[in-house]
């Protein structure tokens, strides 16, 4: 039997179908299979993103990470859409390439208020392939960093 690897949301939100994102390339599925998140902001106009399983860093983007587990399930956390254009101008990293981190490690912090221009602030999360990717179901379309949102083996 393969072992799952559960995957905990890295930021709070609610709970979207990637065929929401407003972009094809998350939306069709090309990427690989999720979930997306609306991140809730906090009243300092921020949100924070953190590690969904304990992992490495593989790669790491102003906008977004790969993070893969040691048993090689590769994970992509992709901070809002089009958010590529503003060069890293809103995203406060706290890890860098190559770095171990812990569920629950705060990765980046992300201000709204720089993004505001932004086609949308939803993040999809989404397995790289080959790693194959089970969605959880959740009671509560409103999700915390201690809800568990998809299950990888590779």
């Given at each position: 039997m393969t072992q799952l690897l559960d995957v905990y949301a890295p930021c709070a939100g609610e709970l979207k179908?990637?065929?929401d994102v407003p972009d094809e390339v998350f939306s069709q599925k090309i990427v690989g299979e999720g979930i997306a998140i609306e991140p809730t902001i906090e009243d300092d106009e921020t949100f924070k993103v953190k590690a969904p399983f304990d992992g490495t860093i593989l790669k790491l983007m102003p906008h977004a990470f790969v993070i893969a587990a040691s048993t090689g399930e590769a994970l992509l956390v992709h901070v809002g859409i089009d958010t590529v254009e503003f060069a890293?101008?809103?995203f406060e990293h706290f890890v860098q390439e190559k770095d171990s981190v812990t569920r629950g490690q705060k990765l980046m912090k992300v201000?709204?208020?720089a993004l505001k221009e932004a086609k949308s602030l939803m993040c999809p999360v989404v397995a790289l392939k080959p790693t194959q990717c089970t969605l959880v179901p959740v009671e509560n379309s409103t999700l915390s960093t201690e809800?568990?949102?998809l299950q990888l083996s590779s």
């Open positions: 179908s990637l065929s890293g101008e809103g201000d709204a208020s809800t568990v949102v």
